[in-house]
Structure formats: C-alpha cells, structure tokens
C-alpha cells in the first residue's frame, strides 16, 4: 500500500519541520504550509489522508481552513494544534468536523497516535460511506428491476385482455353467423332463434337475473 499523505499547516518554521521529520521517519509522505492559502492550493492539485492544522495563523486560520476542508474534501481527517490556553477553540473545531485536536508543546509520541487513530477512524468512515453507497445502488438497481416487472406483467395482462376480446368478438360473430344461417334456412323458421333469445331474456329479468349471466342466456337460447 502507497504511504499515507499527510499536510502539516504552521506559520512556524520550526514546528513544520519538526512534525515533518517525525511523521517521515514513522512512514507517512509528508508536505508543509506555512499559511491556509498555501494548504489550499496544495489540496486542489493533490490528494491528501491527512491535515495537521495549526488553529491560530496569520490570515486565513485553521479553523477557516477547516471550513473549507470538511464541505471540499470529505475524506481528509483534520487534527487541530492549538496552544493549551486554546483548547476552547479547538473543542469548536471538533463541533465543525475536525478528527481531534493536540495541544502545544505536544509529545511527539502522544501526536503519532493521535495521527494513527485520526486515520483509522477515517477508514472506518469512507468503508461506511462507500457500504451505505452500494446499499443505495443495490435498492435503486431492486426498484427498478420491480418497475420493469411490474411494466411487464401490466403489459401482458393487457396483452391478455386485448387478445380474450378478440376470441369473444370473434365466438360471438361465429354465433351470429351460425343464428342467420338457420333462421334463413327456410321462410318458416326465419327470425325464430332471435325471438327466443329475446322470451328468454326477458324471463330472465323478471326473475331477477342480472349481469354476465343475462349475456350467457342469450347466447344459449
């Protein structure tokens, strides 16, 4: 695996190079900014794991820098250095997303671990960030996939209907056809079987019948 990148942000020179050389010598590719603008334009052109952030600066402070930090750049842990007269300042910055924060004069000791948990925990966030995404893939492909079932099953049902018409326009046609050609046989049987349907008809709605059954005693008689 590629090191860890990590950008440490101080106006002092001293402190820059101090955190630099511990956190290269445990492993991590380290950059420095002596400003928030600086930090800024090295964010843009490329990808960082990790800022170390002073919070008291000249110009933009690192509580600004966070601010543009946590909205741009989701997947970068910030660890707040603050003096230990701040600490005040520092709890704000957790309040606007930073990971943690290290008072000055800090052990060198004490902040690689504090690094360390800061990366962990950002793991832990994008591996849910990227489960809860492919859970909203999963449902949107499940809930497509039933619209197109649906879809279909609508349609073959029209399908369906559409073709049962058919057979009944058609079984209905045949019958009518079948009723004129015995009616016309001969003069005496002419118009008989039409008389029927209509006695038969009628009987059935004195005694109460309604609905489809009407339509099948009619095609009976």
């Not at 707040?80 to 520092?90: F, G, K, S, Y």
């Amino acid at each position: 695996m590629k090191p860890h990148r990590l950008l440490i942000v101080d106006d002092e020179p001293n402190i820059r190079e101090l955190l630099a050389t511990k956190l290269s010598y445990m492993g991590y590719e380290c950059q420095t900014a002596e400003s928030a603008d600086r930090a800024l334009s090295l964010l843009e052109r490329q990808p960082f794991h990790l800022v170390l952030s002073d919070i008291m600066m000249p110009g933009l402070s690192g509580i600004d820098l966070l601010q543009r930090i946590v909205p741009t750049y989701p997947d970068v842990a910030v660890i707040m250095l603050t003096a230990a007269a701040d600490t005040h300042m520092a709890v704000h910055a957790m309040k606007l997303g930073a990971y943690d924060y290290v008072t000055k004069p800090f052990n060198l000791e004490e902040l690689s671990v504090h690094v360390e948990k800061a990366l962990e925990r950002r793991q832990l966030l994008m591996e849910n960030r990227a489960h809860h995404r492919l859970l909203e893939q999963r449902v949107t492909e499940q809930t497509q996939e039933i619209r197109e079932h649906l879809r279909l099953e609508r349609q073959r049902r029209e399908e369906l209907h559409h073709t049962l018409n058919l057979l009944e326009q058609s079984y209905y046609a045949t019958i009518d056809a079948l009723i004129m050609a015995l009616d016309y046989r001969d003069n005496e049987t002419q118009g008989h079987t039409q008389r029927v349907s209509v006695y038969a008809l009628e009987m059935a709605r004195t005694l109460g019948v309604g609905g489809s059954d009407l339509e099948t005693i009619k095609r009976g008689a």
